[in-house]
Nanobody, 123 residues
């Protein structure tokens, strides 16, 4: 079992930055593919970013390319999402997820999920 806990969300003005963290316990994340997803009120959960544990592949949603960066620190068993140039439309609950060889953008193929952290961007 892998337990994931997100942190770092909050209220920020448009154009600002936040860094989300996803800390894991139970197992090492070094052999899991990791993803970030988000869900805004009244909308379906959507893919944001993900990377393979091998480091060979990273993917981003078109809406965040060039603004968000996913990274991981295996020594700390933590995955990060650096979010820059935030927009009001980035407001959502952000979730991290872990899986073994999922299709990176498909939430159903991830095995473990955190409880989410709220990001609110004021315009």
């Amino acid at each position: 079992q892998v337990q994931l806990v997100e942190s770092g969300g909050g209220l920020v003005q448009a154009g600002g930055s936040l860094r989300l963290s996803c800390a894991a316990s139970g197992r090492s994340l070094s052999s899991y593919d990791m993803g970030w997803f988000r869900q805004a009120p009244g909308k379906e959960r959507e893919f944001v970013a993900a990377n393979r544990w091998t480091g060979g592949s990273t993917a981003y949603a078109d809406s965040v390319k060039g603004r968000f960066t996913i990274s991981r620190d295996n020594a700390k068993n933590t995955v990060y999402l650096q979010m820059n140039s935030l927009k009001a439309e980035d407001t959502a609950v952000y979730y991290c997820a872990a899986g073994r060889k999922p299709t990176l953008a498909r939430s159903l193929e991830y095995d473990y999920w955190g409880q989410g952290t709220q990001v609110t961007v004021s315009s």
